[in-house]
């Protein structure tokens, strides 16, 4: 109570002091025309009164602004974390397929590579069974060609004159 009566006895003599008209930032109060202390401080009371419930309502507003800002806030963090959320729900479900389609991958892969390595086992056995057969033929060529030298040498020391239907035939 002491400091709200210093603050009316601060404001009364600032009041008389006061230029009209002049500071902006400065309340200016008429001048009394008579010297009835008491309506004067009535007046002040009043004036004071009327500057708190300003202040009050300021306040009011401010904190308003504030708690609305805060809500404000608060509802887009909620939003952000629920965005958050399902952006990792959705790295998560990628990784998981990912991982799926590579292994299904690895697994092709590893398919295709026995089916190159038995692809060559077979290629390696045709070549095999190819030079085989190239031998084979070449000692087929050979024991024909024998058996041809022999049967001219028979057949030419046993007939001359059978020369040229042997040839014919050869």
């Known amino acids: 109570m002491y400091v ?10 600032r009041s008389s002091r006061a230029p009209v008209g002049g500071d902006k930032d400065v309340l200016s109060f008429p001048s009394p025309l008579a010297p009835d202390k008491g309506a ?6 009043y004036q004071a009164a009327d500057v708190f419930r300003g202040m009050e309502e300021r306040a009011r507003e ?4 504030a708690q609305s800002l805060c809500t404000s806030a ?9 965005r958050a959320e399902a952006a990792e729900q959705a790295q998560r479900e990628l990784i998981v397929a990912a ?3 590579l292994q299904h991958a690895c697994r092709a892969l590893e398919q295709a ?16 069974r190819a030079e085989v057969a190239e031998a084979e033929t070449r000692q087929a060529k050979e024991a024909l060609a024998l058996v ?11 007939n001359p004159h059978a020369d040229g239907r042997l040839a014919a035939v050869a």
């Open 74 to 82: 608060l509802e887009r963090l909620r939003l952000a974390e629920t």
């Open 40 to 45: 004067t401080a009535l007046d002040l009371v």
């Open 62 to 65: 401010t904190e308003a602004r």
């Open 113 to 128: 590579q026995s089916c190159i390595e038995a692809q060559k086992d077979k290629l390696t056995a045709a070549e095999l």
């Open 4 to 13: 709200f009566s210093t603050s009316l006895n601060c404001m009364a003599q």
């Open 99 to 101: 991982e799926r389609k």
């Open 148 to 158: 041809e030298e022999a049967i001219r040498k028979r057949l030419l020391c046993a």
